[in-house]
């Protein structure tokens, strides 16, 4: 098993997924990765994180995630497909994609990565404005439960806590007291590794 990675980014949600599998792997990680060819074999726009495992390509978190923890059924940290606990990761899952991360991300690319003559501060505002609304359903949905699915810490915290912590980093859960609580909860397993604010290690 061989995971492309850098740290700390989306790929973090691979690698804390192993970590609490106990699957052992290879890293090959660091900004030198995005120009690997090998890299270019697995994701074909070059991103992390990606995966090979037993010889086999496999690129975007959710992807990479569910297939390790449904490949590994012994650990229990994914509900199997066909069960009403699976429904609500999946629903979690594209939530936190299309109404958190597309807004964060689409902000992180016009302050960092875009060459500065392409970036667009003029989109911020409108990022965070959205952005903070998925947040918000988060922070209701955890007002009286510690996990998001079956009150029990899951694949959908991996996934989906990545988000949130995304947000708190970027000061957007100052009135979102239960969201910051399972922020901390989150970083309080010995395993987690979501200690460290993105924007600062997205490349540049
Ligand atoms: N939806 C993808 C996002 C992958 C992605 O954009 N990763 C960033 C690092 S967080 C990256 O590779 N950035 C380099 C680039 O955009 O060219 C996933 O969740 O795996």
Redesign the pocket.
């Known amino acids: 098993m061989t995971l492309y990675e850098?740290q700390p980014?989306?790929s973090a949600r691979a690698r804390w997924t192993l970590l609490e599998l106990g699957v052992p792997f290879e890293s090959i990680a660091g900004r030198e990765v995005?120009e690997m060819p090998e890299l270019a074999q697995i994701h074909p726009l070059s991103?992390?994180?990606a995966l090979r495992d037993g010889g086999r390509p496999l690129f975007?978190?959710?992807a990479i995630c569910n297939w390790l923890a449904d490949s590994h059924p012994e650990a229990g940290l994914l509900a199997p497909s066909g069960t009403w606990a699976r429904a609500l990761h999946d629903q979690w899952v594209a939530f936190t994609l299309s109404e958190i991360e597309a807004f964060l991300w689409h902000t992180a690319r016009n302050m960092f990565?875009l060459p500065e003559d392409e970036r667009l501060p003029a989109v911020f505002p409108q990022n965070e404005a959205a952005a903070k609304r998925g947040l918000a359903v988060l922070d209701a949905h955890l007002k009286d439960r510690d996990w998001l699915v079956d009150d029990r810490f899951s694949l959908t915290d991996i996934f989906t806590g990545y988000a949130a912590c995304w947000g708190v980093w970027q000061g957007m859960a100052e009135d979102l007291p239960h969201l910051t609580a399972y922020v901390e909860r989150l970083q309080a397993r010995p395993l987690c590794p979501y200690h460290q604010d993105v924007p600062a290690a997205?490349?540049a």
Request: aromatic fraction near 8%; charge should be positive; avoid cysteine.
């Open positions: 850098l980014t989306r995005f991103k992390l994180p975007e978190s959710a990565i997205v490349p």
